[in-house]
């Protein structure tokens, strides 16, 4: 089980007759998230908005997490916008970095031991056509499955992603002790719907594929085991 809990959460929300629009912030001083036993990550979220008749506007959300004394911890800063609520369209832009430690508590990633990445995307979209376009850095990671246990590894990778295909290139992984990957993925048709009921047959949608190519160069046996 996934539980979420806010603790000594504050909204307030001011009309603005001017404008005829509506301000606000929020801040809540302990978000826990827990995924069954596993260590409860702790959160600090505030965020400012402004809201009129048919737009609503993020000007600025932060979300924090892990210890204030720990030199790296989750801090992600997003900010977007929605238009015409009817038929909307948005747009957002996202950037920070992300502890490995509490992705492996929320997402119950068992191996993933250590790790820093530093995100930069950005996107907009109206109706079900959208874009997102972005960056990745790993540094220091570890992760330990078995008798493979892999430390200090660094990655770069873009990213692409549009509701017919997501394609990740440029993907450089070293590890400190030597030893590189380099390659890129792609899969298409990703958003397939799922079949139809017999009852309304429609036309078969076209499947789901993925392709992947690496290149792996420099590894010693002892680098990873």
Do not use: C
């Not at 978000?31 to 048919?54: F, K, P, W, Y």
């Not at 993933?112 to 220091?140: M, P, V, W, Y």
């Not at 992603?161 to 992984?173: F, G, K, M, R, S």
């Amino acid at each position: 089980p996934f539980n979420l809990a806010a603790n000594n959460l504050g909204a307030q929300i001011s009309y603005v007759p001017t404008r005829d629009r509506y301000t606000g912030t929020i801040h809540a001083e302990d978000i826990v998230a827990q995924r069954g036993t596993d260590t409860a990550v702790h959160s600090r979220l505030d965020a400012t908005l402004d809201v009129g008749r048919n737009t609503a506007n993020l000007l600025s959300l932060t979300l924090q997490s892990g210890p204030s004394s720990q030199a790296q911890k989750t801090v992600i800063r997003i900010s977007g916008a929605v238009n015409n609520f009817a038929h909307p369209d948005w747009q957002f832009t996202m950037k920070g970095a992300v502890d490995a430690a509490e992705v492996r508590a929320i997402a119950g990633l068992r191996g993933l031991e250590a790790g820093t990445a530093q995100l930069d995307l950005s996107g907009h979209g109206a109706n079900s056509q959208f874009l997102i376009d972005g960056t990745a850095r790993l540094s220091g990671a570890a992760y330990r499955t078995g008798t493979v246990h892999i430390t200090n590894l660094t990655a770069d990778a873009l990213a692409h992603v549009t509701q017919d295909q997501i394609t990740v290139t440029n993907i450089h992984a070293r590890l400190a002790t030597g030893g590189a990957v380099t390659g890129d993925m792609r899969i298409v048709n990703w958003m397939t719907p799922p079949p139809s009921r017999p009852s309304r047959p429609a036309p078969p949608a076209a499947a789901e594929k993925g392709t992947i190519r690496a290149q792996i160069s420099g590894f010693s046996l002892d680098s990873v085991m």
